[in-house]
């Protein structure tokens, strides 16, 4: 099946930083692809979604000047926290669509900010 | 309002009992898949239902796809510890659209 990949897997920062995501199809190319965000024990909540070489289109309630979304190839989407808070500590999940209704997911990354 | 309700939400069985776990909604979809997810990792694909009454078998796990499109079932014959996980059904109501996922069911296989 199809793989995505996501770096780092796991970061640690202080209040304040900003902090980069990356999501990667490493065997397809992905016109579009989703950013979501996972608290313990909850479903996947869907921040934005990403299409190559346009703005990312954020869900309500989600801060597009906080949750930067570039997706300036075909195989690379990046999320940047900006001025992580506490509260931004997460699990961040991205995936790509493929045939325009398969999702593929990366691995995931944990953001704790202290 | 959840579009998409799983049922039960947290199921604890002993290894070799069947169970089946529900994703039902009032809506209708195009399409819905199903996933599991592990801790700590990102959910993966087990199957994509888009045929009113289709059944798609994989190995132990069979999925149905309601006639209405409103709903599906996953059910797990013998199952075994490392069915544990999180059980999530995610539904697309139409082509292009994005996709909405259900709350889950955490599923823990007793040995």
């Known amino acids: 099946g199809a793989v995505v990949s996501q770096h780092p897997s796991w970061v640690i920062c202080k209040s304040g930083t900003s902090v980069k995501i990356e999501c990667r199809s490493l065997d397809f190319q992905a016109t579009t692809m989703f950013w979501y965000r996972q608290f313990p024990k909850q479903s996947l909540m869907l921040m934005a979604t990403?299409?190559?070489?346009?703005?990312?289109?954020?869900e309500q309630g989600v801060e597009k000047d906080k949750f930067l979304i570039n997706h300036a190839s075909l195989t690379l989407s990046t999320l940047t926290v900006t001025s992580a808070h506490p509260e931004d500590s997460s699990f961040y999940i991205c995936?790509?669509?493929?045939?325009?209704?398969?999702?593929?997911f990366g691995p995931g990354t944990r953001l704790t900010v202290t | 309002t959840q579009l998409l309700e799983q049922s039960p939400q947290f199921l604890s069985i002993q290894e070799g009992e069947n169970l089946t776990v529900y994703c039902n909604s009032s809506?209708?979809?195009?399409?819905l898949q199903w996933y599991r997810q592990e801790p700590g990792e990102g959910p993966v694909l087990l199957v994509t239902v888009v045929t009113g009454g289709e059944v798609k078998k994989l190995k132990r796990l069979t999925f149905q796809f309601g006639d209405a499109r409103k709903d599906s079932s996953l059910h797990i014959t013998a199952a075994q510890p490392g069915d544990t996980g999180l059980y999530l059904c995610a539904g697309e109501m139409n082509r292009d659209d994005k996709i909405i996922f259900g709350k889950g069911t955490r599923l823990h296989i007793l040995p």
């Open positions: 990403s299409n190559e070489g346009s703005k990312a289109t954020y």
């Open positions: 809506s209708v979809f195009s399409s």
């Open positions: 995936s790509a669509l493929i045939d325009n209704y398969e999702q593929y």
